[in-house]
């Protein structure tokens, strides 16, 4: 369970939009929003190589002690946007939490063991959502699969969830489906099948665009 509180030294800022953000992020820091609570939104600049350090350790799903100029607030880790090329954190938006209050949150699906020899298994959900004490966050859910035969499926009531967690995604979500492996007569064929389906190169090419066209 994600019991741990990280502390991260944090300062507020008064400039905003894109211009602003690629200044932070160019000084080292991580633009930040953080609200809830009914409070207004504060803008704020994290360090970025701790707050990465703290979601590489703790997950997406961080409960960071803030320290904002000498105040202390707990915050929830509830958006981080990253970079699709680059790979850095571009913004994180932060959700103020106080001990001994449940929040809704994102958990990943982690399927582990072997199923029965022949088959296939399919896992159709990455994450489910839950409903948990703020400081009693699971990093992620377990299904074990080991030893499951084919025509068996695990749904969202059947996950085996920690103490005090309850599941608010649909029960009859379908997690992991167990199936029979397909032969390699049936792999073939699909083969051949697409094969057929994709079009032949004596296909009448397309008139060429008009060169005159902007």
Known sequence: ????????????????????????????????????????????????????????????????????????????TKQVDVHPIRNYIEH?????????????????????????????????ASVVEIEADALSIPEQITVNVEGIEAGNAVHGSDLDLPEGVTLISDPEVLIVAVNEAPTTSELEEEAEEAGAETPGSDEEEQAPADESAE
């Open 1 to 76: 369970m994600a019991t741990q509180t990280s502390k991260l030294t944090v300062s507020t800022r008064s400039e905003k939009g894109k211009g602003a953000a690629r200044r932070a992020r160019r000084a080292g820091n991580v633009p930040a929003v953080l609200y809830g609570h009914g409070t207004d939104p504060q803008h704020l600049s994290l360090p970025a190589l701790e707050l990465a350090a703290i979601l590489r350790n703790n997950g997406t799903n961080a409960i960071i002690d803030l320290d904002i100029e000498g105040a202390s607030q707990l915050a929830l």
């Open 92 to 124: 994180v938006d932060l959700l103020v939490i106080r001990r001994g209050e449940k929040v809704t949150v994102d958990v990943t699906i982690v399927v582990e063991g072997d199923a029965a020899p022949g088959t296939l298994v399919v896992q159709d």
